[in-house]
Nanobody, 125 residues
Framework: QVQLAESGGGLVQPGDSLRLSCVVS????????MGWFRQAPGREREFVAG????????HYADSVKGRFSISRNNAERTVSLQMNSLLPEDTAVYYC??????????????????WGKGTQVTVSA
């Protein structure tokens, strides 16, 4: 089993930045592919960003490209999401997720095996 714990959410204004962190524990070898997803009220959970085990291959949803950046530190067992130029439409609960294999490269919610409990991000003036 893999346990994931997110932190770093909060209330910010449009244009601000926020950094989310996810601590991985348990069988960390089962977390080769890591991702961030989000779910806004009344909407389905959607992919935000993903990264492979080496931290080299990164993927982003079109809505966050150029504003968000995903990274991982395997020594510290953390995955981070740097969010810049935040917009009100970025308001959501953000979830950290993991699965064993990076390939095939697909980032639907059904592709992920392990999930954190989420952290709330609210962007409002």
């Amino acid at each position: 089993q893999v346990q994931l714990a997110e932190s770093g959410g909060g209330l910010v204004q449009p244009g601000d930045s926020l950094r989310l962190s996810c601590v991985v524990s348990g069988r960390t070898r089962n977390s080769n592919a890591m991702g961030w997803f989000r779910q806004a009220p009344g909407r389905e959970r959607e992919f935000v960003a993903g990264i492979n085990d080496g931290g080299v291959r990164k993927h982003y949803a079109d809505s966050v490209k150029g504003r968000f950046s995903i990274s991982r530190n395997n020594a510290e067992r953390t995955v981070s999401l740097q969010m810049n130029s935040l917009l009100p439409e970025d308001t959501a609960v953000y979830y950290c997720a993991a699965r064993l294999h990076y390939y095939p490269v697909s980032w639907t919610t059904g592709d992920m095996t392990y999930w954190g409990k989420g952290t709330q991000v609210t962007v409002s003036a």
